[in-house]
């Protein structure tokens, strides 16, 4: 990946493509305050391959959390999977 971690980056993929990640947020885990991608760019990561049911599971759980818009792809998963939170 180039670019630095403040600042997000570009990471090459198979095929010669890029996937450009966006700078990191903030978040809390276990009480702390940790950098993390945020939930669009978490979106951005599922897509272009069939779902399975762990995307879904993850998909359904971020959306519930921080609203984050379904892909078509995944639209009702949250409550069609029992994940909705």
């Not at 990640?21 to 945020?38: E, L």
């Not at 959390?65 to 069609?80: N, Q, S």
């Amino acid at each position: 990946m180039t670019g630095s971690g403040r600042d997000g980056g570009r990471q090459l993929l198979q095929g010669g493509g890029k996937f450009c990640h966006q700078a990191p947020v903030v978040g809390p885990i276990g009480g702390r305050t940790v950098p993390c991608v945020d939930a669009d760019t978490q979106v951005r990561c599922l897509l272009g391959y069939p779902p399975r049911d762990k995307d879904r599971h993850d998909l359904a759980r971020l959306h519930a959390r921080t609203g984050a818009a379904l892909p078509a792809e995944y639209a009702g998963c949250a409550e069609c999977a029992g994940y909705a939170e």
